[in-house]
């Protein structure tokens, strides 16, 4: 399977645009990498909340302690 990437472009006034390129600086990376990790995290949290919420409304609310959870894998 090829892997394809495509760019797009986001708008940021020159504030927040440099705040962007130093807290990329002071994490050794460019201010794109930033950025992409950072929209990464947020689309892999909120899919995450979603998940957590749709097991939530099938379990019909039932949370498991932690104990429950380690007897449940065996551990």
């Known amino acids: 399977m090829i892997s ?3 760019s797009t ?3 940021f006034d020159s504030e927040v645009l440099n705040l962007i390129h130093k ?3 002071l994490n050794g990376q460019t201010g794109t990498e930033f950025m992409r990790n950072a929209v990464l995290e947020k689309l ?3 899919l995450d909340y979603r998940d957590a919420a749709k097991n939530l409304k099938e379990s019909g609310g039932r949370s498991l302690s932690r104990e429950e959870v380690i007897r449940n894998l065996g551990f």
Request: net charge negative; aromatic share 0%; proline share 0%.
């Open 9 to 11: 472009t986001i708008r």
């Open 4 to 6: 394809t990437t495509k």
């Open 44 to 46: 892999e949290d909120s």
């Open 23 to 25: 807290e990329a600086a």
